[in-house]
């Protein structure tokens, strides 16, 4: 008889494991690509929400109903609050502030649960935070990117909570961007609707009915925290359970339901599994939506005995722009529940990074963490986007997140599958670490062909670009890459020597496996003029003029990282500001 592939899967996490904690340098490696640091071992609060700003700051947040975190509040504060189920007076922060560029970090205070809420970041570059549970189902919370230091807060901003601000409770839903920079907030636990925010009334307690959302609720409940894509035409692709349709959110109007997802899984919480929309090329005329990972039906109810069975190993990739569009299925390299679905900036990777190969989401649901992160290469021919990279030793299991940072790392915290913080006797204790992994790009062996833009200055302040209008980047090249990619990032319409691209990144919202507004448009490089050359090979610094997306529902207006990629090497990036 041949062992049930659970076992197999756990045999190799368990080789993986060793290698890790015995063989492999403290900063992580062993097999495959990438590297792991561990930034902080803890930061007080579990990583459960991350939104990086234009600062360079992580704001991160729990939940207030955690019990007492490991992070007090400043200055002897407590928040007393008659509606908080666990503590009622509660002198310690659940959410932080993390400076990238210092490594450190600092408490904040959310006075209301924001327990699997949503966000999105407004136009202006400030977190709006939207949810959560019990006393916070309908607040709003906004947390200002503040500067630190010498502006006139002296770095002290903190969240802002407004009551009942939205119209329905908003618990398990995601957000969506608007181009015309409102959020879209759809689903959550019994709601079978979407608004929108802010809005245009204040008194508008309006949510607008999606019986697409009855249709998908199965008895595990396995549609929340649908994945939500803004589309190339404006319309808002929806995914849930297994289906998904289209939605023109302005008439209320669903303009397209595609074809299922084979197999009938589930594929969101609490068989979470990720999903991206892919990098959008120059003037996009397509856009593809890639779903990977999840848990069969029946998983979840099977925890509660202490089954679990091996997560999905499948991903389904779909062109939603096709006239006639279909599923197409690939299989990664093992399988994966409550992995995170990371863009990485050189537009030819995703990083499908933490989670577990068994189980479900939900408070003591998996048993065996996914520790090596996988690579998918879009570009890449059907049978070679796959590749395993190098594995930490920190399960990331329920309630971790992941997202990109400027300088090209993938931030990683979080994990907490019990219902309270709890440190011992248990096999995956709360994990208030951060962690970083560095994809292969940013070996050292690749310093030689590190570009670096260096105007405007990485260091500087955000650049203004409108819609349609062009962006001049000085940056410079210490040698050419060779063509890698078969027709990866480097497509980017004929940059310096036909080889560099542009790339530019919206900072994710990350909870619960989903990245919130995440996307990367690969830019056009309408001219590129040297400006002085060292060596024969296309060595030197140049100036390039970057064409903006024509309009706003190809990148909602606000704050994105721009990048210059040497075949598949990203600089670090700098921010823009589009409206
Ligand atoms: C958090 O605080 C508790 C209680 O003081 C302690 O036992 C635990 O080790 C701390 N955990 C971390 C990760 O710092
Ligand atoms: C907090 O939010 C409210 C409502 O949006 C706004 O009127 C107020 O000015 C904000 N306060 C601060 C300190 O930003
Ligand atoms: C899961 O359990 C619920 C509640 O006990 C039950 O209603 C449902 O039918 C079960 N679903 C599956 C797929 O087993
Ligand atoms: C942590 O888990 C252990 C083992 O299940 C349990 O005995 C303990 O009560 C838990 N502690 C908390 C604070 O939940």
Known sequence: MKPPPALLTRGLALVLALACAGIAPASGGGAGGGRWDVLQRSIGVSAMHMQLLHNDRVIIFDRTDFGPSNLSLPDGRCRRNPRERVLPVDCTAHSAEYDVASNTFRPLSVFTDTWCSSGTVAPDGTLVQTGGWNDGYRNVRAMRACDGGDDDDGGSCDWNETQDALAANRWYATNQVLPDGRAFIVGGRRQFNYEFFPKADASDASAIALPFLVQTRDPEENNLYPFVHLNIDGNLFIFAKNRAVLLDYRKNKIVRTYPELAGGDPRNYPSSGSSVLLPLKPSP?????????????????????????????????????????????????????????????????????????????????????????????????????????????????????????????????????????????????????????????????????????????????????????????????PAVAPRRRPRGGGEGGGGALGLVSVTMVAPSFTTHSFAMNQRLLLLDVAGTTALHSTAGAGAGAYEASVAMPAKAVLAPPGYYMVFVVNGHIPSEGVWVHIE
């Open 285 to 477: 005329t397509e856009a593809e939506v890639l779903v990977c990972g999840g848990a069969p039906a029946g998983s979840y109810n099977s925890t509660k005995e202490k089954t679990f069975f091996p997560a999905l190993v499948t991903c389904g990739r779909i062109k939603i722009t096709d006239a006639s569009p279909a599923w197409v299925i690939e299989r990664m390299p093992s399988p994966r529940v409550m992995g995170d679905m990371i863009l990485l900036p050189n537009g030819a990777e995703v990083a499908i990074i933490n989670g577990a190969m068994d189980g479900t989401a939900g408070w003591e649901a998996a048993s065996t963490p996914a520790y090596a992160p996988v690579m998918y290469r879009p570009d890449h021919a059907p049978g070679d986007r796959f590749e395993e990279q190098s594995a930490t030793d920190i399960a990331r299991l329920y309630h971790s997140a992941a997202i990109l940072l400027r300088d090209g790392r993938v931030l990683v915290g979080g994990s907490n599958p019990h219902i309270y913080y709890n440190f011992s006797n248990v096999r995956y204790p709360t994990e208030l670490s951060l962690e970083a992994f560095s994809p292969e790009y940013l070996d050292s062996s690749n310093d030689a062909l590190r570009p670096k833009i260096t105007d405007p200055s990485p260091a500087g302040p955000a650049v203004s670009v409108k819609y349609g209008q062009s962006m001049t980047l000085q940056f410079e090249v």
